[in-house]
DNA sequence: AGGCTACAGTTGACATGTCAATCATCCACT
DNA sequence: AGTGGATGATTGACATGTCAACTGTAGCCT
């Protein structure tokens, strides 16, 4: 990559090789994550959606969350996580009970099996993102990737 | 980020660090997906599968492509080309078409409509990339960003 | 010709996502 | 108490993905 003459200002348009950036970060992110997300899903029977739930509850005291509470943690809509639960409740790893006080509210508690089942993925599931995402970069690689992201992330229109 | 100290080896376990750059990792760029081809989708009715379909067409001398050779340059599976054409065609981007000399074959061709739709998304699809992407970064920053994504990309096991 | 294997592509079943509509309850206000 | 708008969550329709099974044809080899 070559880097523009400065004192230019900014571009209105892209190059050819700012566009070629783009679509390798596209590709590459897209790639490592469908490897790491592919081998939790053979290792354990966890999908990504099923390990960030089960995640999110792990680290309550309770173990469990009011539902809205858990689609907010995680960023996602209601009602991708009322379709997302249905799945993991009948697969028994997760439960929904009334909420005392509220009751239109819900909450999702962990049950033994979910608990179980996601304390034996993590330890292969963290292997797997450091051999494929720590080990392939330089610690100085690695500190610039965080700042790009942190960067983008900043420059995200707000959700 | 703090750089651990040198000549340690590489550990085999990760640092919460590095734990926490994957995360940041993983949510932005899935973030900044979301973002790029949900305005693509809105200006354009979209998807950035349908978008990568014509590209790859509009980028052939004739506007087409054997279904396996387009499959394989956007590295799709055969499957999800075959289901995502049939979307396609349902809705006159492209068609496909027999090949004289292998009657297994299918050749996929953009239509008149495909093309225009195409041209019509293209110009503004790139503002974003430039807007949401390009300009959040100093050229530093991108060409960092670049740096980590080749060497991410070349770690990953063969396809 | 007959038969075997490899290839090209499609299909069906199912998981995952989004969007808009719906349902029930809660709460504030009169 | 009564009602109307917010809130919590679910539902249905549909787009998108994956996997495995299937269909039909091509290319060999004998």
Redesign the pocket.
């Known amino acids: 990559m070559t880097i523009p003459e400065p004192g230019t200002g900014r571009r209105r348009t892209m190059t050819r090789d700012e566009l070629r950036v783009w679509r390798r970060f596209l590709e590459t992110s897209e790639q490592l994550r469908?490897v790491v997300t592919?081998r939790l899903q053979d290792e354990s029977g966890l999908?990504?959606?099923?390990y960030g739930v089960l995640l999110a509850l792990s680290e309550q005291p309770e173990k469990r969350m009011?539902?809205?509470q858990l689609a907010q943690h995680i960023g996602?809509?209601?009602?991708?996580l009322?379709?997302?639960?249905?799945?993991m409740e009948r697969r028994g790893l997760v439960q929904?009970e009334p909420?005392a006080g509220?009751?239109?509210?819900?909450v999702v508690a962990l049950t033994t099996d979910g608990a179980q089942l996601f304390r034996a993925a993590s330890a292969p599931h963290l292997r797997v993102i450091h051999e494929t995402f720590v080990r392939a970069l330089s610690a100085q690689q690695l500190a610039a990737l965080d700042d790009a992201m942190t960067a983008l992330a900043a420059h995200l229109p707000a959700r």
């Open positions: 469908n592919g999908s990504s959606g099923d009011r539902s809205s996602w809509e209601r009602s991708r009322s379709h997302h639960l249905g799945r929904r909420v509220d009751s239109r509210g819900a």
